[in-house]
């Protein structure tokens, strides 16, 4: 049988990765941005405060999902 070109374009690994990206940044930017609004808003440290977890943030994310990306490719490789 032949695959649909939705098939044939969800077996593509670009867009898998992209996919599991999206799905990434939505949960942990929503976690985020709660975090944030609880810096400014239920706290008496300066504002910046929450400027600065947020660049932090961005970093963390970048690398968390570099190890999560790496955790599935030794999966990947064990089978």
């Given at each position: 049988?032949?695959?649909?070109?939705?098939?044939?374009?969800?077996?593509?690994?670009?867009?898998?990765s992209f996919?599991?990206?999206?799905i990434?940044?939505?949960?942990?930017?929503?976690?985020?941005?709660?975090?944030?609004?609880?810096?400014?808003?239920?706290?008496?440290?300066?504002?910046?405060?929450?400027?600065?977890?947020?660049?932090?943030?961005?970093?963390?994310?970048?690398?968390?999902?570099?190890?999560?990306?790496?955790?599935k490719?030794?999966?990947?490789?064990?089978?």
């Amino acid at each position: 049988m032949t695959e649909s070109k939705i098939e044939k374009l969800m077996s593509n690994t670009l867009v898998k990765s992209f996919i599991a990206f999206a799905i990434f940044r939505a949960f942990y930017g929503t976690g985020i941005l709660i975090v944030t609004w609880l810096l400014a808003t239920e706290t008496n440290g300066p504002w910046w405060y929450s400027l600065i977890f947020l660049a932090f943030s961005m970093v963390f994310s970048r690398v968390l999902f570099k190890w999560i990306k790496s955790l599935k490719n030794e999966d990947n490789l064990a089978e």
